[in-house]
């Protein structure tokens, strides 16, 4: 079965920290994954992504504060969220990339996972 599957959210206090991570089954050549959120009412956003070369690329909004990593085989990332802020609150969605045939590529999406912070 194709999937994504996340864990970690919930809540916490602003300041503290969570850990996101997700598994990938049944998806191959990825080659890169990340995380995005969306808050109430706004856009689907960027919060972190890795490639099969270990590149990463966040956001200024995350930058310093959150840190992506994977496994060798990038079937498995987690997200450190760390100083967690109010403006965090959102549902967290896993996102993975895989190569198809002929150049294509595939996006997957995980069902998301709520992380909210309190202030």
């Known amino acids: 079965q194709v999937q994504l599957v996340e864990s970690g959210g919930g809540l916490v206090q602003a300041g503290g920290s969570l850990r996101l991570s997700c598994a990938a089954s049944?998806?191959?050549?990825?080659?890169?994954m990340g995380w995005y959120r969306q808050a109430p009412g706004k856009q689907r956003e960027l919060v972190a992504l890795?490639?099969?070369?270990?590149?990463?690329n966040y956001p200024d909004s995350v930058k310093g504060r959150f840190t992506i990593s994977g496994d060798n085989a990038l079937n498995t990332v987690s997200l450190q969220m760390n100083n967690l802020k109010p403006e965090d609150t959102a549902v967290y969605y896993c996102?993975?990339?895989?190569?198809?045939?002929?150049?294509?590529?595939?996006?997957?999406w995980g069902r998301g996972t709520q992380v909210t912070v309190s202030s």
């Open positions: 996102y993975a990339k895989a190569s198809l045939a002929r150049g294509n590529q595939y996006n997957y």
């Open positions: 890795i490639t099969s070369g270990n590149s990463t």
């Open positions: 049944g998806i191959f050549s990825i080659n890169t």
